[in-house]
């Protein structure tokens, strides 16, 4: 085996891409599996749980890791791409151990474990050889003291029902993209998985439900209390939060809708409103709408805030007033990449496609799709019967309502 670092974190790892020998990337990594015998015995690391292409989550044994350098793993390239199914003899670092409260044997000092070792025996197995401990902040100090100590010093990590907050694997979750993170909420255990949705914060929690299947999110909205649950479907975009409230009992999607932001209610029954799999009910009701006395300076400082998706930062609607859906009559919209083009103090009412038709809110999926297809376009507006903006069908809409049931928890081979 290569040259490795005597001891790596677990915590660490997380995220890391895996590399076969030709030095092309095979995927990320997810977890570290253990098996834990007792707390006397270094416990002894099986292998990686590895993402690869398709969201499929898949086990490497650490016979097959070859290196690990500085922020990537190296393996022999030969990997079973069977989906990967934790035994109940295995226990997962990153899911199972961040977060178990622990005592420090020799002092007797109480905390939570933050991250764990792991290093090579003189037999070449690797094991679990340290863990990091923090205890609870005193006084005035947010954070307690941090202990890294060895692994026979530490009582409570071999325990089958451990006492198990969620506060640094909610950290490690706030450093991924949202679709990396709702699948590692997939994959937890349905008690761990309730106190990392708990501890999460609302927006964050949006983000990743809107990545989730349909059943994990209607599972994790039940779990939650009304005013918690309209809160965070306030903060999801309305098409995805008026996709969830469809997937729940009339009782309670009205229950949720009156406790909303009456503004925010009033986007999502206007999306659920329309026919399903057509342009009104997949579009987006907040696209980049401006008024015609709009600069491209203006419109270029609207396309940068960071919650647009790369889709809706790619059109710029002109409206008459209102200018929130439904709009005065949308004069026309402009492209980006035509606006990158123009002087800042230009009109973008001068620089307009005049080329394209609108979608009607009433077109099926196959329409939109073809529209799309016809005009190069990432993102479409949608217009009532009197030229009113209602919203606009961004790629990504048309994709998730195109794709198979369930398409976000298929296992897909790599290569």
């Not at 909420?185 to 927006?203: F, N």
């Not at 309305?238 to 949720?256: F, Q």
Request: proline share 6%; net charge negative; charged share 25%.
């Amino acid at each position: 085996m290569s040259t490795t670092p005597p001891r790596v974190y677990a915590a660490r790892l997380v995220g890391l891409p895996i590399f076969d020998p030709q030095g092309d990337q095979v995927g990320k990594v997810r977890d570290v599996v253990v098996t834990v015998r007792t707390e006397a015995t270094q416990p002894r690391v099986l292998g990686l749980v590895a993402e690869v292409f398709g969201r499929r989550r898949i086990f490497v044994p650490m016979t097959r890791v070859t290196n690990i350098d500085a922020g990537q793993v190296y393996t022999t390239g030969l990997l079973n791409m069977r989906r990967f199914e934790q035994r109940s003899t295995e226990t997962l670092v990153i899911g199972q151990m961040l977060d178990r409260n622990v005592r420090i044997t020799p002092t007797g000092v109480s905390g939570t474990v933050y991250d764990v070792a792991m290093e090579q025996a003189r037999n070449r197995d690797w094991v679990l050889s340290r863990v990091a401990v923090q205890e609870p902040g005193k006084g005035l100090r947010r954070r307690g003291q941090t202990h890294v100590v060895e692994w026979r010093d530490v009582e409570g990590l071999s325990r089958r029902e451990p006492t198990q907050g969620a506060t640094h694997l909610v950290h490690a979750l706030n450093e991924m993209r949202p679709a990396d993170a709702a699948n590692m909420i997939h994959d937890l255990p349905a008690e761990r998985r309730s106190a990392v949705v708990a501890a999460l914060d609302d927006e964050r929690l949006a983000d990743v439900l809107e990545e989730l299947p349909e059943e994990d999110q209607v599972e994790i909205l039940s779990h939650l209390d009304s005013e918690r649950a309209a809160d965070v479907l306030e903060e999801m975009s309305a098409d995805d939060a008026a996709d969830l409230i469809a997937e729940l009992s009339p009782e309670t999607a009205e229950t949720l809708l009156q406790l909303m932001e009456p503004e925010e209610a009033e986007d999502v029954r206007r999306l659920m409103s329309y026919v399903q799999n057509t342009a009104g009910a997949m579009m987006t009701p907040e696209p980049v709408i401006l008024g015609p006395q709009a600069t491209v300076a203006d419109a270029l400082a609207h396309v940068r805030n960071p919650d647009l998706t790369p889709a809706l930062a790619a059109l710029v609607y002109v409206c008459r007033q209102p200018l929130e859906t439904p709009t005065g009559r949308l004069i026309g919209v402009a492209h980006i990449q035509r606006l990158l083009r123009e002087p800042p103090s230009t009109l973008v009412a001068g620089v307009l496609d005049e080329s394209m038709e609108n979608l009607r809110p009433e077109a099926g999926i196959d329409e939109v799709a073809a529209h799309l297809a016809t005009y190069n376009l990432v993102a479409a507006p949608v217009v009532d019967e009197n030229g009113h903006l209602l919203g606009a069908v961004t790629v990504d809409d048309l994709l998730d309502h195109m794709l198979p049931e369930g398409w976000r928890d298929r296992t897909v081979r790599h290569g």
